[in-house]
């Protein structure tokens, strides 16, 4: 069974930082596309930091966390995080991991961490 199993999230104070984990299980053996998503309370979900190696040797990110988000991988590629600095109350959301990958069951796909809850308050 595929799993992206999250952490990090929390309540922090504006200007504070927080740091989010994304561990995916062993069945996974491939990590082609992989980035942060996060959808806030009455809103869509959008994206938030994406690396797809074949399209950017650089990740992207929302123009909106530009220079106060960093998304990393492990050397392995099995562990994703994403670095959050300077945070705004905007930024309370549930924040999901994404992975486009290929696992042992011999089939590519799109597999999403359960969500972890970011809030942003004084």
């Known amino acids: 069974q595929v799993q992206l199993v999250e952490s990090g999230g929390g309540l922090v104070q504006p200007g504070g930082s927080l740091r989010l984990s994304c561990v995916a299980s062993?069945?996974?053996?491939?990590?082609?596309?992989l980035g942060w998503y996060r959808q806030a309370p009455g809103k869509q979900r959008e994206v938030v930091a994406l690396i797809e190696p074949g399209r950017s040797t650089r990740p992207t990110y929302a123009e909106s966390v530009k220079g106060r988000f960093t998304v990393s991988r492990d050397y392995d590629g099995t562990t994703m995080y994403l670095q959050m600095d300077n945070l705004m109350p905007e930024d309370t959301a549930i924040y999901y991991c994404w992975m486009d990958a290929y696992t042992r069951a011999r089939r590519r796909d799109d597999y999403w961490g359960q969500g972890t809850q970011v809030t942003v308050s004084s």
């Open positions: 062993a069945s996974i053996l491939s990590i082609y596309n």
